[in-house]
């Protein structure tokens, strides 16, 4: 259509181009250039005349004059007439600055920023962003990533890599989430991330069932009331090792309820019963706790990862250490739990929902296959 806007070069009191056009209310608007050359006048005038043919029609301006919009090619005393105009948004400060243009800069910029964030997430955007480097190179422009490029990172993922599809969607989910935020954020227009599937995040090759039998073999191979507690909270209370397990109080054992109180950092409060199987190791340790002892394992806090002792206690009792050793707990528990109790009951008890235990925690077992 017929152009809204049109360009004049003033020669007067100030010299300099203008570009001048008459808003839907037909209202004089104009935003002064200043003394610029002939051809970097009618760039301007080509990108103004379209923000504002855009703005009229609602729609979003042309990809050109889009990336014309976040690069550094404006001056900042006409961005900001712009701005005034509303013929352009804001723009980031952090634009013209690494952490809003260069990756390892941005990603590293956004991990900090994420104080609402538990350690675990964190250190796990730190893998994806460790990854996103190592692919693509720390100083890559963020604007310069296409979505071929996501595709192409996902199957080195999975091919370079060796990342199982699980592994590689957690990955991919946390790189859209950083790009997401890069969007919101104005520093991109698109994520190139958005149509870059996931796929499952739950891998039954991983599955292991931990039978009665072995769990019985490890309790007899724990060397003090501590690993026991830790293996038995684990296998058969379903706690998490090592958040829910390390910061179990004696003040959390409700001995009347026969109920555990747990402060989960993950999930909140809930409630678990003291099982059979838990109740004669728990009264064990308390009776073996010093008077006054504030936590129901004695020697271990926060920050330190049980796993390597377990494997050593595990082949000690002639077993083959398991993958993901207290997930697997957590997961056989479920799997027997489900077979006595509704499905809400058990979410409540080990915190989580159906869905989560369905893609992550119930194993089809041995018992499955001979029962039928």
């Known amino acids: 259509g017929e152009r809204m806007a049109s360009l004049h070069k003033e020669s007067g009191k100030r010299t300099g181009y203008k570009v001048r056009w008459r808003n839907s209310r037909k209202r004089q608007q104009a935003v002064w250039l200043g003394d610029v050359s002939r051809k970097s006048a009618e760039s301007y005038y080509r990108h103004i005349a379209e923000l ?134 104005r520093l991109l227009t698109a994520s190139p991330f958005q149509k870059v599937k996931t796929g499952s995040e739950a891998n039954d090759q991983r599955h292991y069932e931990v039978t009665a039998e072995i769990a019985a073999d490890v309790i007899a191979e724990c060397p003090d009331d501590d690993w026991r507690l830790i293996f038995a909270l684990a296998r058969y209370c379903g706690l998490r090792c090592p ?51 504030t936590f129901c394992v004695q020697r271990y806090r926060q ?29 056989t528990r479920r799997t027997e739990l489900q077979r006595q109790y509704p499905d809400h009951v058990i979410n409540k008890w080990l915190g989580h929902s159906s869905a989560v235990a369905e893609r992550h925690y119930l194993q089809v077992t041995k018992d499955d296959w001979t029962e039928g």
Request: hydrophobic letters at 35%; charged letters at 30%; glycine letters at 6%.
């Open 52 to 185: 504002i043919d855009a703005s009229e029609a609602g729609r979003t301006p042309n990809p050109e004059t889009e990336k014309w919009l976040r690069s550094r090619d404006i001056d900042a005393r006409i961005r900001k007439k712009l701005t005034e105009k509303g013929l352009a948004e804001a723009q980031n400060e952090k634009l013209g600055t690494d952490a809003g243009m260069f990756l390892d800069a941005y990603c590293a910029a956004y991990i900090a920023g994420r104080d609402d964030c538990k350690r675990g997430t964190l250190e796990n955007f730190g893998h994806a962003r460790r990854l996103l480097v190592e692919y693509f190179g720390a100083r890559q422009t963020l604007a310069g990533i296409t979505p071929e490029d996501c595709e192409r990172w996902k199957r080195w993922l999975l091919t370079e890599k060796r990342h199982a599809e699980a592994t590689a969607s957690k990955h991919i989910k946390r790189a859209k989430t950083l790009f997401t935020a890069a969007v919101n954020d």
């Open 243 to 293: 958040s829910e397990v390390l910061t179990l109080k004696w003040s959390d054992v409700l001995w009347d309820q026969k109920k555990l109180r747990i402060d989960s950092p993950k999930t909140g409060l809930r409630f678990c019963p003291i099982f059979p199987e838990l109740a004669p190791i728990l009264e064990a340790a308390f009776d073996a706790a010093p008077d006054g002892a």
């Open 303 to 331: 920050g330190y990862n049980p796993a390597t002792t377990m494997k050593k206690i595990i082949e000690r009792a002639g077993h083959e250490p398991w993958p993901k050793l207290f997930i697997n707990c957590r997961s």
